[in-house]
């Protein structure tokens, strides 16, 4: 069933077979870790997702999906070259270790990381995401930046894969949408950015904090927000990085927000207005 020029389909009924081995004990987050930055791939799960990814340049090496989305899945690959593994819901359960309700999982090409210079070039408001472990937290970060107006998300070097198929997941595919790489460590980082003329504010609890609302009243031209991982915060070293501390004023013996929410109300308050 092989068409020129685009996909073609391969009817696999056993979870073992090593066709499959890209798909296979996805929820082992230490295997996940391996097959995928090692050996140069990530999971995009749902037609959506894949969507995102394609539009973004991104390259499938292979999609696993059941027959009521293979419709679908030929439509969306028409034109490229790769497998499409067809299975049922049985198999595929035992294949990854839970029930694929997304219709159709496709192991993707990784692609190099860009150039911090690069992603930074046309942006106003970015996003700092430091040390955060928890896959869940920035994938929604990512889709609060692409709803809010970030121009682009800057990951340090052990803050979680936004291309773990969670992360990609809970973003709705927006990691393909709003421009992203990873930061060297803070020596390092602080230099390139403030060196490009960008104004570090850092999220945190302090007490020389200025006020969100204080600070968004002037904010400089270019401003790059640092947000850590819920409980331990901010490292001393992006803080001392920081130009200014921020903090969200916060009621109801609240002290913080989820990491997410705390970035999607500081990029509302700190929105670039549209020209003219």
Known sequence: MREAGGPWVERVDDPADPRLADFRDL??????????????L?????GKVLARALAAGHRPRATL???????????????????????????????????????????????PDRPVADVLSAARRVLILEDIV???????????????????VLVTPRCADPL????????????????WTRLPEWDDARGILQGAGWHIAALALSDGAVGLEQFAAAPPDRVALVLGAEGDGLSRSA??????????????????????????????????????
């Open 65 to 111: 999906v059941q027959e009521k989305w293979l419709p679908e899945a030929r439509a969306l690959l028409a034109g490229v070259e790769a497998p499409i593994y067809l299975t049922d819901a049985a198999v595929a359960e035992s294949l990854t270790g839970y029930a694929v309700h997304r219709g159709l999982l496709a192991s993707m090409h990784r692609p």
């Open 27 to 40: 929820t082992d987050v230490a295997l996940r870790r391996i097959s995928e930055p090692a050996g140069g």
């Open 239 to 276: 803080l001392a990085a920081a130009d200014t501390i921020v903090t969200i004023p916060m009621a109801g013996g609240v002290d913080s927000l989820n990491v997410a929410a705390a970035s999607a109300v500081a990029l509302w308050a700190l929105r670039v207005p549209p020209a003219g």
């Open 164 to 179: 773990y198929r969670r992360s990609v997941r809970v973003s709705m595919g927006t990691v393909f949408q709003v421009p």
């Open 42 to 46: 990530y999971i995009a799960e749902s």
């Open 134 to 152: 928890d896959h869940t937290n920035v994938g929604a970060a990512f889709r609060g930046a692409a709803g809010l107006g970030a121009d682009a």
